[in-house]
């Protein structure tokens, strides 16, 4: 990444806007924007609450600080990206393509993860409660100490995910966690799990 990157400050989106080399920050707010770029820069301290944006392309960004709760960023495509304490709750990537892309520390209750496919995603720290993964292909990501508490995880491909230090209580699709990889203090948790998903019943009455 460029040392020296040009200053942006947002006032809204519009279709077709994007910036390389650029540090951005400000505000759009419930924006409807179509086919927005940013490589190679930094997004920082800004909002994207409740925005629409079709098909936005981060490409070699840092982003820090940036609150996306309840967008809706359809055909999202993500490069070589970092998410540092920024907030996702209730926002949508449903079908997103994700490649070298970390969380860290963020808010991620209720992210509408449906059908995402990602190569070598990170996540660690934050909370991931009540996340929806239906179908999303996941397989080899790390999820380090996160709170995924209630997420749905139907249909999802988790081989060789590695779930270390999180919580996982509640899920729904536990079937999915075949092929994955637990500490010593998840096997209850999960294996309640994987009984509830399977229908059975567990009664000491004869």
Same mark, same amino acid.
């Given at each position: ?63 820090? %600080?940036?609150? &996306?709760? +309840? !967008?809706? @960023?359809?055909?999202? $495509?993500?490069?070589? #990206?970092? *998410? /540092? %304490?920024?907030? &996702?709750? +209730? !926002?949508? @990537?449903?079908?997103? $393509?994700?490649?070298? #892309?970390? *969380? /860290? ?7 509408? @993860? ?9 996540? /660690? ?7 929806? @993964? ?73």
């Amino acid at each position: 990444m460029p040392g020296d990157l040009d200053e942006v400050e947002l006032d809204g989106l519009d279709d077709h806007d994007g910036w390389s080399e650029a540090a951005v920050t400000g505000y759009a707010v419930a924006a409807d924007a179509e086919h927005v770029q940013i490589s190679r820069g930094t997004i920082a301290t800004a909002r994207f609450t409740g925005a629409s944006i079709r098909k936005l392309e981060l490409t070699d960004v840092a982003v820090a %600080n940036t609150d &996306f709760a +309840g !967008a809706v @960023l359809e055909d999202l $495509s993500c490069l070589r #990206v970092s *998410f /540092t %304490n920024c907030r &996702f709750s +209730g !926002a949508d @990537l449903g079908g997103a $393509s994700l490649a070298d #892309v970390r *969380f /860290t520390d963020c808010q991620l209750d209720e992210i509408g @993860l449906r059908l995402v496919r990602a190569e070598r995603l990170v996540v /660690t720290g934050g909370t991931a409660v009540k996340a929806d @993964l239906y179908r999303a292909d996941v397989p080899g990501s790390r999820w380090h100490d996160v709170d995924l508490t209630g997420a749905d995880l139907s249909g999802a491909r988790f081989t060789r995910v590695r779930l270390h230090g999180s919580t996982i209580v509640d899920v729904r699709g536990a079937k999915a966690l075949q092929g994955a990889v637990i500490d010593h203090q998840q096997v209850v948790p999960v294996g309640l799990a994987l009984i509830a998903d399977a229908g059975i019943e567990v009664d000491d009455d004869r």
